[in-house]
């Protein structure tokens, strides 16, 4: 067995579960996650990667995660912008019991970057400064992105200010 192949039947054998779940928590749909880390998997192990340890692999998966989701609803904004230049609407019935259906809509209308922060914040622990890094961004951004989104979930969800935090 190829190096590469025991580095990626360890990393999914160990972390295969944390990935699924940081993936639903930026798409909020259970196929949607499974799609992006088997994306980010493929786009980390298409090249042939050696001496990696299982951390830093992992840490590369969340990277191309986290840039895949991004460009992903940037193009779907697009998409959306302009589909009826293309095709007739699409209609989606999408039902996940995984987070409470008010929840998963409040997170819905956020966008991609003030997901991605409330994902990286809340979920991952990183502070405003390590989120910048993720995103290539300065930290005021991210700290901009963080109460925007705090702010559209506090009134959508019902929540004071306080308790968003």
């Given at each position: ?8 039947t ?18 909020g ?77 409040a997170?819905?209308?956020l ?32 700290k ?14 019902t ?7």
């Amino acid at each position: 067995m190829a190096d590469w192949e025991r580095d990626f039947t360890e990393l999914l054998a160990t972390r295969e579960q944390a990935l699924l779940a940081y993936a639903y928590l930026l798409t909020g749909e259970s196929a949607a996650a499974a799609d992006l880390v088997q994306d980010a998997l493929l786009r980390v192990f298409r090249r042939l990667r050696r001496g990696d340890d299982i951390a830093q692999l992992e840490w590369y998966v969340r990277r191309a995660m986290l840039n895949q989701f991004v460009d992903g609803r940037r193009r779907a904004g697009w998409w959306r912008a302009n589909r009826h230049l293309f095709a007739a609407p699409e209609i989606h019935h999408d039902h996940d019991p995984a987070l409470a259906d008010e929840v998963r809509r409040a997170l819905g209308t956020l966008s991609p970057k003030q997901r991605a922060c409330v994902v990286l914040r809340y979920y991952e622990d990183l502070s405003v400064l390590q989120i910048a890094e993720e995103l290539g961004c300065a930290e005021g951004t991210a700290k901009r992105h963080l109460a925007d989104a705090r702010a559209k979930l506090a009134t959508q969800l019902t929540l004071t200010e306080e308790s968003a935090l």
